[in-house]
């Protein structure tokens, strides 16, 4: 899928309020080189398209949703283009493919978004503070599984715990990008994260077994 030449046509002013990461869409007095703003979009969003389908996948549940969630997101990346100030591109883009992915998720699959309590208990904080400074033993054996059984083991978690995990083991964010993105306090990302370990490896043992 090859979306800087198709999207280069939507780079008109905009004047709507917001991109999928809730920031003002830049109107950029309508006076916007067309090359700059295809270039910088090139430089920014093509190079992390790869992680921006796996997590729309994750989150949509199959490929084809995906693709239709990671297009409305480049859409939305390429009017914010000009007001990208610099930083972690891939968290940008990120952000702004998972809001699209919720949002078409609301409107396509609503019962399939599972909510979870954000009062999580101590041991599982702990065990995720202790995750800060080495490996666990469930983080350890998710880095062996191959991606076939970490595909599936992450898709039968919850859709906040198994965003979590695929932004922290795959994506490699680190703790307060994750919680940026997803507007929860660090602990929580910590929490929810040892929580995403323990259910992925059970469900690699309950898949062996």
């Known amino acids: 899928m090859t979306f800087a030449n198709d999207l280069a046509a939507d780079t008109g002013p905009d004047t709507g309020t917001s991109d999928a990461t809730g920031e003002p869409l830049p109107v950029a007095n309508g006076h916007a080189d067309g090359d700059t703003v295809r270039a910088r979009f090139n430089c920014v969003v093509l190079p992390h398209l790869d992680a921006a389908r796996a997590l729309a996948r994750h989150i949509t549940g199959n490929a084809t949703d995906a693709d239709d969630v990671v297009q409305d997101a480049c859409l939305q990346a390429l009017r914010a283009i000009l007001a990208y100030g610099g930083g972690n591109a891939r968290a940008w883009l990120l952000t702004i493919v998972r809001h699209s992915a919720y949002r078409w998720m609301r409107k396509n699959r609503p019962q399939a978004l599972v909510l979870v309590d954000?009062?999580?208990?101590?041991?599982?904080?702990?065990?995720?503070?202790?995750?800060?400074?080495?490996?666990?033993?469930?983080?350890?054996?998710?880095?062996?599984?191959?991606?076939?059984?970490?595909?599936?083991?992450?898709?039968?978690?919850?859709?906040?715990?198994?965003?979590?995990?695929?932004?922290r083991e795959v994506d490699g964010l680190d703790y307060r990008a994750i919680a940026r993105m997803t507007q929860v306090p660090v602990g929580t990302v910590m929490s929810r994260l040892a929580r995403a370990r323990r259910r992925l490896v059970a469900a690699v043992g309950g898949a062996a077994s």
């Open 118 to 167: 954000d009062l999580e208990d101590a041991a599982c904080t702990q065990a995720a503070i202790a995750g800060m400074s080495g490996r666990t033993p469930e983080a350890a054996l998710i880095v062996k599984l191959d991606a076939a059984r970490l595909a599936a083991a992450i898709a039968s978690i919850p859709a906040p715990f198994r965003e979590t995990v695929v932004l």
